[in-house]
């Protein structure tokens, strides 16, 4: 399968424990992103990299979340002392860019986060 | 300010109907990209046509049309003679400015057989 793939595909969390998520983009491409998507609702941004560098964090990422791409290919998203609503679906997606325009992003399964 | 809004929440039409999901966006930038995903009830985003603001050819995909208007800042979705595979939740999104995707809420179109 050369598509992105997140792990774990579920993760149920008791408050204040931390948590981590992995992501693996398809191996060509250098943009890698993370969403968030709660319920009845669209995804949203929360950060991205090109190559190994974290070029734009949202607002939406608090100092409870960090995210690492250490050698240009997976990604890891961590939140430390979980809150009941940072439960969501969060979505990583990978895209290859170039200098005639943005190519389109390619999503994972995601990854569904439920804080008890 | 950029924004995308998808005004239908939930869309029922039975098999075979044609049906046209709206969107419409907001920017002050010159050049601007637009897309639509579908959401499956399996959960997987998955990517059915980029349009560049340069380009306001509408667009067929099979049973799948898209009509771009910058006048009235629209881009919107047409399948035609809807399947029950076609049930999902569809996505209209703008590139902003951090190269992220800025969504709609979507709408969740249900095909009854």
């Known amino acids: 399968d050369t598509g992105v793939s997140q792990n774990p595909r579920h993760k149920i969390t008791k408050r204040g424990q931390n948590v981590t998520f992995r992501c693996d983009p398809i191996?060509?491409?250098?943009?890698l992103y993370w969403y968030r998507q709660t319920l009845g609702q669209g995804p949203e941004f929360l950060t991205y990299f090109q190559n190994e560098a974290q070029l734009e964090k949202s607002r939406l990422l608090s100092d409870r979340f960090s995210a690492e791409r250490p050698k240009g290919s997976f990604s890891t998203l961590e939140i430390q002392r979980t809150e009941q609503g940072d439960s969501a679906m969060y979505l990583c997606a990978s895209s290859l860019a170039s200098d005639i325009g943005p190519n389109e992003q390619f999503f994972g399964p995601g990854t569904r986060l439920t804080v008890l | 300010a950029q924004k995308v809004t998808q005004a239908q929440t939930e869309i029922s039409v039975v098999e075979k109907e044609d049906v046209t999901l709206d969107c419409v966006y907001e920017t002050r930038d010159t050049t601007y990209y637009l897309f639509w995903y579908k959401q499956p009830p399996s959960g997987e985003l998955v990517f059915l046509i980029r349009?560049?603001?340069?380009?306001?050819q509408n667009e067929i995909s099979g049973r799948y049309s898209w009509n771009f208007q910058k006048s009235t800042s629209s881009f919107n979705f047409t399948i035609t003679a809807s399947q029950v595979v076609d049930s999902a939740v569809y996505f209209c999104?703008?590139?902003?400015?951090?190269?992220?995707?800025?969504f709609g809420k979507g709408t969740k179109l249900s095909v009854k057989p």
């Open positions: 191996s060509e491409h250098n943009r």
């Open positions: 999104a703008l590139r902003g400015s951090q190269g992220n995707l800025i």
């Open positions: 349009r560049n603001s340069f380009d306001e």
